[in-house]
């Protein structure tokens, strides 16, 4: 069946720093591919996807890019701020079908 | 939109009674889902709905749970008895179909089951 592992947190940065939090999936086919954020006490929120190889999906400064051959989906972003600190999960859909494969999530601290 | 609302937002209970969570999608969202989240096991698909029909319940964790989509704007999800085990974040999401596949979450409710 699908799955997708990310990087077990939590990740702690300074303010400024650059980030990355990977993602590997695997699932037969030509999934799509999602980054949620959870803010604290909220709902998941959509933040970038990609729905086909080698797009690169980007939102707020965030990016990440399709990788097929490294079934890989990582997210970055150059100079994080106090508030992107939150759980990011990774996630995959497959077209036609409307439900998704999480990852475990990885939680980001940024301190200022 | 008020995007998709959950309530209550907390609920603390004693093991052994009922419990019953509410969520509204978004008007004119065809797809309903419910998810636990809880540390051990992250974030769980517990049954979805397709115009108002329960499509896969596979993620149902046994028969204490139960949940129901009476019409388009309002399901519930039911836990009689209640256990300790299933305290957890329960989030409800709903989606308007099509190649987007974009859900949107509603701020959960956060079940304490002593």
């Known amino acids: 069946g699908d799955s997708v592992t990310q990087m077990e947190g939590p990740v702690t940065l300074s303010e400024e720093a650059f980030l990355t939090i990977n993602c590997t999936y695997t699932?037969?086919?030509?999934?799509?591919l999602f980054w949620y954020v959870q803010y604290p006490g909220e709902g998941l929120q959509l933040l970038l996807k990609a729905t086909k190889a080698d797009d690169k999906g980007s939102n707020k400064g965030f990016e990440a890019t399709y990788r097929k051959e490294t079934t890989s989906f990582h997210l970055e972003k150059g100079s994080v701020q106090v508030s992107d600190s939150a759980v990011y999960f990774c996630?995959?859909?497959?077209?036609?079908?409307?439900?998704?494969?999480f990852g475990k999530g990885t939680m980001l601290l940024v301190s200022p | 939109d008020a995007g998709v609302i959950q309530s209550p937002r907390h609920e603390v209970t004693e093991m052994g009674q009922e419990v019953t969570l509410r969520c509204k999608p978004i008007?004119?969202?065809?797809?309903l889902f419910w998810y636990r989240q809880t540390m051990m096991r992250g974030l769980e698909l517990l049954i979805y709905?397709?115009?108002?029909?329960?499509?896969?319940d596979s993620g149902m964790p046994e028969d204490r749970f139960s949940a129901k989509m009476p019409n388009a704007s309002f399901s519930t999800l039911k836990i009689q008895p209640s256990e300790p085990r299933d305290s957890a974040v329960y989030f409800c999401?709903?989606?308007?179909?099509?190649?987007?596949?974009?859900?949107?979450f509603g701020a959960g409710t956060r079940l304490s089951v002593l």
């Open positions: 996630a995959l859909s497959h077209g036609g079908y409307s439900t998704l494969t």
């Open positions: 699932a037969t086919g030509y999934p799509s």
């Open positions: 709905f397709n115009n108002n029909v329960p499509i896969d």
């Open positions: 999401a709903s989606y308007s179909g099509g190649a987007k596949n974009i859900q949107y």
């Open positions: 008007s004119g969202h065809d797809y």
